[in-house]
Structure formats: structure tokens, C-alpha cells
């Protein structure tokens, strides 16, 4: 394999590692402070135990998320000099202010947080909480700001083969950062909606202390019913402008070979990418033109025409991302969509109607649904870094052209392998930590699960 392709799979495994732990923090961290806010009004110490319970988890996914993000910046410089030279006066600024802002708020509050039981006021404690929670998601905020530019860039001009921002102001106000910023922080509160559920009800089955997990169960049904609505709402929008500012995404996901007004949407299509046709297809007329324009007219371009406008536009080359993974990702971060909503809505029935999930199949499986944001997260993110390639600043710089030059494959085969293994291990650590402490009855050692698991 060449530098390029050993570099674009370094970066894309530490990158969906990295993202398997980030949604969870994000919604984790609100879903605690929720939580600790309601005993801090209402007085019910069973709240104040719900904080702890569910704090420890977060604790234990926030460490093992800071361990694998830390890599991620450093293969800029590593595997992507030419990258890090062209955009650095840009890219620079968003996650240095994610990092000296948004992460030392986030990491000095959770340390009040830890070890400020019954040392602060019961509403100070609740506060730092709050503050963790705000960290967490303003740092998505910084990072999806310089991953918007990479999608839509704005705000530069180009001097000496460098991109130079020129308007700190429009890279805040790039309109793709208000939809992708709101559709990763509400994908993070459905995934922390589920795992608090999935957990609630692993425990409600086996009746172990049942007045704590069914209110953690109520409140998960409500904040995730809540959330995973207005992802599919926000995720809609996101659609809408990928068909203006990303047209060959949009082709690709929907495999439309040739331009068509009004546009079918693909049911189910297996395409010849070689020849850019179909082989069989199954589309429902004008639905999406009915999706990217509400209306049913509207024109869709296709791969086809998009390949022969951008040689014209930028020069010969490929310019056509894999059709193949752009549709499948697309479709099953849809279905488990779809499918998370179904099963939210007939966890808030249980809720409005006092239904006892104990000796139900409902809540014998849910848990089992806790890897359903999982694998949404994890084939969206694949779904918008793929299918901007071929280029890794749309429309400005290919990836291509972005690698370090001196590199050699054994070079990055090496640490393709070392970080694989070492992510691979901290992923079971991760998991074997948070299974551990999730099938633990709260009543058993409570107090001391924090410090057990900061320790570990």
C-alpha cells in the first residue's frame, strides 16, 4: 500500500476509536447534571445516588476519550504535513481554543466534581457538573468548526499555497457548523439516552433497586425520545445542504448516476461504480426532491454530470467518492435512526402508562440496543469524512496532496498496527470497566465507586 492509503486508514481507525467514546460524554454529562439538578431541588437523596451511579460511568468513558483524542491532533503533524503547512493559520485557531477553553473547563470542573462530595454546597457541586457538561459540548463546538471549514470552506484567502483566514467571523458563522454541530450533540444525547435505558432496564429486569433505575429509565425515555427526534429533524436539514454545497455526496449516497428533475429516491440499488450505472434499482419518484427541496420538483445532479463539471472546474482527475460506501453508510445510520426512535417511543409508552418492564421482552432486549447510536455515530462520521473525498479541504485541496512527503509505507504500517492494538486494548478496558460498573447495584459500596473507578 501507498503512504496515502496506509495514512487515510491510520486516521480513519483512530478517528471512529476516538468517536466510539465522544457522543457518550456529550449527553452523559448533561443527563448527570439533570440529574444532580433534581436532587439539589427536590432533596431525594436516591437522585443524589443516581448522580453517583451514572457519574462513574462517565468518569470512566471521559478518561479513555481524552487518551484517544490526544493521538488525533498529533497525526496532523505526523502523517499530514502538507495538510497541517496548507491549512494551519486556519485549523490552528478553533482547536486552540477548544483545548486551552473548552478542555481545562471541562477537566477542572470534573475534578471539583470527583472529589467535592460533601466538601462544596449541595447547588455548587450540581454547578460543576453543569460546567463539565458545558466543557464537553463546547469543545464539539471548536472541533466541528474546523471540520466544517474541510467541508465548506470560508473565510480565506490563498497566499503562497496557503489557505489564510481573512474572517475569523465567518468560520463561527459557516452555515455547515449549524447543522452538523447540532446533529453530533444531539446524536450524543440519544446515545446517552440509550445507555442510561439499556442499563435501567438490564437492572429493572432483574428488580435490583428498582425505585432508582426506573426513574433513571423515565427520565432516559424522555430525554432520548426528545433527542433522537430532533436529530432526525436537524439530520434532515444537514441532507438539504449537502445538496448545495456537497452535490457529489449526495449523488453518491443516493448512487444517481445521471441528474434528474424531479429525483427518485433509491429504495435499494447495486451500482456499477466502474461505469457508473445501475445494475438494479429500485426508486420511488420525485421523494427526493420532495427531501432536499420539500417540494416534488427539484433538480438532483448526478455522479455523471458532477465527474464532468468538476474536470472542467478543477482539472482532470476521479472526483466520485465510493459509491458503495456512501450509500450503505447513509442507510444504516437512517434505519438506526428510525429503529432508535421506534424503540424510544414504546420505552415512553411503558413510562405514561406505569408499566413495569420486569418480565418483559421489551426490557429483557433493550440493552442489546445500547449499539445502535454506536454504530449510527460511527457509520455517520464514515459517511461525511468519505464522502468528501477525493478531497480533504473540499473543493481546494485533495487528500492527495496532503500527506507528509517523507514518509515511508513501513513507517506508517508500523503505527497503523501499534495504535490499532494499543485503541483496541483501551476500547476493551473501556468496555470492561463500564460493564463492570453498570451491572453494579448502587447500594453495593456506592460511596466508594468513584474514587474505585478514577483509581483504575
Known sequence: MSVLT???????????????????????????????????RSGQEVYKRMAKFWGTLFVINFAMGVVTGIVQEFQFGMNWSEYSRFVGDIFGAPLAIEALLAFFLESTFLGLWLFGWNKLSKGLH??????????????ALWILIANSFMQHPVGYTLEGGRAVMTNFGALLTNPYVWTQFPHTVLSGFTTAAFFVAGISAYHLFRKHEEDL????????????II?????????????QRMVRVQPMKMAAVEALWETENPASFSLFTIGDEKNLKDRFALRIPYLLSILAYNQPTGEVKGIRN????YEQLYG?????????????????????????????????????????????????WLPFAIALPYLANSTGWILTEMGRQPWVVYGVMKTEQAFSPNL????????????????????????YLLAKY?????AEGEEQALQEAYAE
Open 316 to 364: 482532470p482527475g476521479y472526483y466520485v467518492p465510493s459509491v458503495f460506501t456512501a450509500y450503505w453508510t447513509f442507510r444504516i445510520m437512517v434505519g438506526s435512526g428510525f429503529l432508535m426512535f421506534a424503540l424510544m417511543a414504546v420505552a415512553l409508552w411503558f413510562v405514561l402508562k406505569n408499566k413495569p418492564l420486569a418480565g418483559t421482552r421489551f426490557g429483557k
Open 227 to 239: 433527542s433522537i427526534f430532533l436529530v432526525i429533524l436537524v439530520g434532515h436539514s444537514q441532507a
Open 306 to 309: 458532477l465527474q464532468a463539471e
Open 408 to 431: 515511508t509505507p513501513g513507517m506508517v504500517l508500523t503505527t497503523l498496527i501499534l495504535f490499532t492494538i494499543v485503541y483496541g486494548v483501551l476500547m476493551a478496558a473501556d468496555i
Open 213 to 224: 433505575f426506573r426513574r433513571s429509565f423515565n427520565l432516559a425515555a424522555v430525554f432520548g
Open 6 to 40: 496506509l495514512s487515510q486508514w491510520q486516521f480513519a481507525i483512530t478517528s471512529v476509536y476516538h468517536f466510539f467514546f465522544v457522543p457518550l460524554t456529550l449527553g452523559l454529562s448533561v443527563l448527570t447534571a439533570i440529574m444532580e439538578t433534581i436532587y439539589v
Open 438 to 442: 453498570a451491572r453494579k447495584v448502587p
Open 126 to 139: 450540581a454547578f460543576t457538573m453543569w460546567m463539565v457538561a458545558l466543557g464537553s459540548n463546547i469543545s
